[in-house]
């Protein structure tokens, strides 16, 4: 329930505070790989301060080998 919670969040993209608050937490923001990373690649072209952050998760995610 909370990952869907931040997943919307984070796909809303208009709220940069949340936004920051739901990249930082201890899970994934999306349960489906492919989802998260077409999903934070967008935010990284509409909020360029949470770029590197969305690319640690993308990193983290894809060294797991899912």
Known sequence: MAIRLYGRLIHDGTNLRRIMIALHLESFPFRDKAKMEQILSKLVTRHPG????CYELIAARNALGE
């Open 50 to 53: 949470v770029q590197e952050r």
